[in-house]
């Protein structure tokens, strides 16, 4: 069965017979299957008043260890975003209940980020429906095609992730 990516190919097959596109043909089902998640992920976010960004700061508190706090930077880390771009996931969580900072007992200048109940409440209530969304969305592939696909993939992340 062709898709979309198929006919991209063959069309720069006939165009330019002279270049190999075989990265497209990985490359492309990615970015389009990347789409796919995102809006699939969106909407179960969505259900639960979250966004991605916040699903991912409770999620990455509720799965450290118990009390379930983070420095900031811990979060950052874990995030892969900018130091001001977890102040305003932080900024916009604890508005809604959903976190609290304190000053560190360690560090008297730094802060802990901790789920509140509410927080915690609201993550394990999406955490069930995240994972149904990846099970709908891998539905397709059997646990040994899964489990295949995910050792490719980590393969090349860890190629290009320092």
Do not use: Y
Not at 67 to 73: A, F
Not at 109 to 121: A, I
Not at 147 to 154: F, G, N, S
């Amino acid at each position: 069965m062709a898709d979309h990516v198929d006919l991209v190919l063959s069309q720069w097959h006939a165009r330019r017979p002279d270049l190999d596109v075989s990265p497209m043909a990985v490359l492309g089902r990615l970015s389009r299957f990347a789409r796919v998640v995102e809006a699939a992920q969106r909407d179960t976010f969505a259900r639960h008043g979250l966004d991605r960004a916040s699903f991912d700061v409770l999620a990455t508190l509720r799965r450290s260890d118990p009390p379930h706090c983070l420095t900031p930077t811990e979060l950052m880390r874990a995030s892969m975003v900018t130091s001001g771009a977890i102040t305003q996931r932080l900024d916009r969580l604890e508005a809604r209940g959903l976190v609290s900072r304190r000053p560190s007992e360690v560090d008297g200048r730094g802060v802990v980020v901790s789920l509140t109940d509410e927080g915690r409440t609201l993550v394990d209530a999406a955490l069930p429906d995240h994972i149904a969304t990846g099970n709908r969305l891998l539905a397709a592939l059997d646990p040994d095609a899964r489990e295949a696909l995910a050792a490719t993939l980590r393969t090349l992340l860890e190629a290009h992730e320092s």
